[in-house]
């Protein structure tokens, strides 16, 4: 059973970091694309980052030049680093995991981990 174990987030001070990580299980397939979404209290679920097998990367508009998103070459690992934070990133931020060898449509989701800027 494929599992999405996020951590890292918390409350933090407008301007400030957080690092967020996200670690998969349960399965032996590099995961064909992975990343980040948020959610925030009223809103829909939106795209903040993903990045492919191969390295390439897509931003939200809203991000860029603040996050930037990471994946461990070896393992179905992905990090996302937050800087600059302002209080409209508050949201829950969920790790996503699409595609790999054997099931190209398969799609999971973790549990979510809360992200809180103070103004």
């Known amino acids: 059973q494929v599992q999405l174990v996020e951590s890292g987030g918390g409350l933090v001070q407008a301007g400030g970091s957080l690092r967020l990580s996200c670690a998969a299980s349960?399965?032996?397939?590099?995961?064909?694309?992975m990343g980040w979404y948020r959610q925030a209290p009223g809103k829909q679920r939106e795209l903040v980052a993903l990045i492919r097998s191969g390295g390439n990367t897509n931003y939200a508009d809203s991000v860029k030049g603040r996050f930037t998103i990471s994946r461990d070459g070896a393992k179905n690992t992905v990090y996302l680093q937050m800087n600059s934070l302002k209080p409209e990133d508050t949201a829950v931020y969920f790790c996503?995991?699409?595609?790999?060898?054997?099931?190209?449509?398969?799609?999971?989701w973790g549990q979510g981990t809360q992200v809180t800027v103070s103004s």
């Open positions: 349960g399965i032996i397939f590099r995961f064909n694309v």
């Open positions: 996503n995991a699409f595609g790999f060898a054997t099931q190209p449509g398969a799609q999971y």
